[in-house]
């Protein structure tokens, strides 16, 4: 099976300054968080809080489920973290 992202879904971690989503490859659920730097390198002027990350992930999360499905054809792993170093 592909990972697909059927749920939009996406929560911010302050703790962890990232953006949390779930892809699925059939009936397991793969965890997936996007570092904040990643969002403010693809989106400069990314507003530094909760609101600008979620809507900076918003615009450009096609790219990012394309790059969460190249890491996971790579490696298949229950958890990533993306970072800015993943988006070329």
């Given amino acids: ?4 992202f059927p749920n939009r879904s996406r ?6 300054k990232r953006i ?10 793969i965890s997936f968080s996007v570092a904040a730097d990643a969002m403010s390198k693809m989106q ?21 489920h394309e790059v969460a499905r190249n890491a996971y054809a790579r490696t298949r792993k229950s958890i990533y973290v993306l970072t800015a170093a993943d988006f070329r």
């Fill in 1 to 4: 099976m592909s990972l697909t």
């Fill in 20 to 29: 949390r989503f779930v892809g699925h490859d059939g009936m397991f659920q």
């Fill in 44 to 64: 400069p002027g990314t507003a530094a809080d909760e609101n600008g990350y979620l809507a900076a992930f918003d615009t450009v999360s096609s790219s990012i």
């Fill in 11 to 16: 929560s911010y971690d302050e703790a962890g």
